[in-house]
């Protein structure tokens, strides 16, 4: 008599299949999918474009600034661009939903800006640090921080030595 | 004519060319069809195993200079009208094997695609969409 058991149990729990594309999709958690960009936290390191194994980011540097390119046709969400963005400004979503007719196959890329900002210092055109980047490099947010962050590395030097010499007469 | 268009519309055949694949897409493919969670004949779909039955093309991989005629070939002989459809980034793009000098593709430089299913490979849930709207376009065409 246990097919009378499999067949309440079968009669119990309902359908297997599920129901897309006439329901809604299941969404599986930490699902790799779609490649988001955020170009508020990126540094311009460039190591998404390094180990892209489908070669699918492209950073074009000029003078204002990157433009980071990534094309979803040729990606093949292994997650190394998210592995390896320090600053998290590359992550996967769970979005899957990327079948599309031919016509839009050029079309589907995300695209995201950074502007380059003036040095305080000296006028040179610098990456902006990110807030993410700042919380990985100090633990605390003082002043002294703050202005370091908007000078180029070579005003940056040349302020962290004075500092430094500063420090060391005080305490002579 | 309007009566056969109205039901062959509803029930295309599916026939699957392994362009040098590495098998994953094929994997998927035959998970779609086969497990009963994801059942792609409810869409009225049904593989076949001859391309002279097929309406919808489901092709895998990146069109391999090795595989590249003997592919062209089977895909000429699908009957018109037919759908095109590509399956991982391998065919459309070329995905890793891109600007190798072993593949002869993407695989609209020879044949016209008409649904591109990125995904490496994509799940069968994105399959099925991909398989849905080539049918939208494959009842366009009869």
């Given at each position: 008599?246990g097919?009378?058991?499999?067949?309440?149990?079968?009669?119990?729990?309902g359908?297997a299949?599920?129901a897309?594309?006439f329901?809604?999709?299941?969404?599986?958690?930490h699902?790799?999918?779609?490649v988001a960009?955020?170009?508020?936290?990126?540094?311009?390191?460039?190591?998404?474009?390094?180990?892209c194994?489908?070669g699918?980011?492209?950073?074009?540097?000029?003078?204002?600034?990157?433009?980071?390119?990534i094309w979803?046709?040729?990606c093949?969400f292994?997650?190394?661009?998210?592995?390896?963005c320090?600053?998290?400004?590359?992550?996967?979503?769970?979005?899957?939903?990327?079948?599309?007719?031919?016509?839009?196959?050029?079309?589907?890329?995300?695209?995201?800006?950074?502007?380059?900002?003036?040095c305080?210092?000296?006028g040179?055109?610098i990456?902006?640090?990110s807030?993410?980047?700042?919380?990985?490099a100090?633990?605390?947010?003082?002043?002294?921080i703050?202005?370091l962050?908007?000078?180029?590395?070579?005003?940056?030097r040349i302020?962290?030595i004075?500092?430094m010499?500063?420090a060391?007469?005080?305490?002579v | 004519?309007?009566?056969?268009a109205?039901?062959?519309?509803?029930?295309p055949?599916?026939?699957?060319?392994?362009a040098?694949?590495c098998?994953?897409?094929d994997?998927e493919?035959?998970t779609t069809?086969?497990?009963p969670r994801?059942?792609?004949e409810?869409l009225?779909?049904?593989?076949?195993?001859s391309?002279?039955h097929?309406?919808?093309?489901?092709?895998?991989?990146p069109?391999?200079?090795r595989?590249?005629?003997?592919?062209?070939?089977?895909?000429?002989?699908?009957?018109d009208?037919k759908?095109?459809?590509?399956?991982?980034?391998?065919?459309i793009?070329?995905?890793?094997?891109?600007?190798?000098y072993?593949?002869?593709?993407?695989?609209?430089?020879?044949?016209?695609?008409?649904?591109n299913v990125?995904?490496c490979?994509p799940?069968?849930?994105?399959?099925?969409?991909g398989i849905?709207?080539a049918?939208?376009?494959?009842?366009?065409?009869?």
């Open positions: 008599m097919f009378l058991k499999v067949l309440l149990n079968n009669l119990m729990k359908p299949t599920e897309f594309p329901g809604p999709p299941p969404a599986a958690p699902y790799r999918g779609r960009f955020d170009p508020a936290s990126c540094t311009g390191c460039g190591m998404c474009e390094l180990v194994p489908g699918a980011i492209r950073i074009d540097r000029d003078a204002a600034g990157l433009q980071l390119t979803h046709n040729t093949v292994c997650g190394l661009c998210a592995h390896y320090l600053s998290k400004a590359i992550r996967q979503t769970d979005d899957w939903h990327l079948a599309h007719p031919q016509a839009e196959k050029f079309h589907l890329v995300e695209r995201g800006r950074v502007s380059m900002i003036p305080v210092g000296c040179k055109p990456l902006p640090l807030d993410e980047v700042m919380r990985l100090f633990k605390g947010r003082t002043t002294e703050e202005r962050r908007r000078l180029c590395p070579d005003c940056r302020a962290s004075r500092e010499r500063h060391h007469r005080s305490l | 004519m309007t009566l056969f109205h039901l062959a519309g509803r029930s055949w599916l026939y699957r060319i392994n040098g694949s098998n994953g897409c994997v493919l035959a069809a086969c497990i994801y059942d792609v409810r009225g779909c049904r593989y076949c195993g391309p002279r097929a309406d919808i093309v489901l092709v895998t991989g069109l391999t200079i595989v590249k005629d003997k592919a062209l070939h089977l895909w000429a002989e699908v009957p009208p759908v095109t459809v590509a399956v991982g980034v391998c065919p793009s070329g995905g890793v094997f891109r600007e190798s072993a593949i002869a593709g993407p695989l609209d430089r020879f044949i016209p695609v008409d649904v990125p995904g490979p799940r069968p849930q994105a399959i099925i969409e849905a709207k049918i939208e376009i494959w009842a366009q065409r009869l």
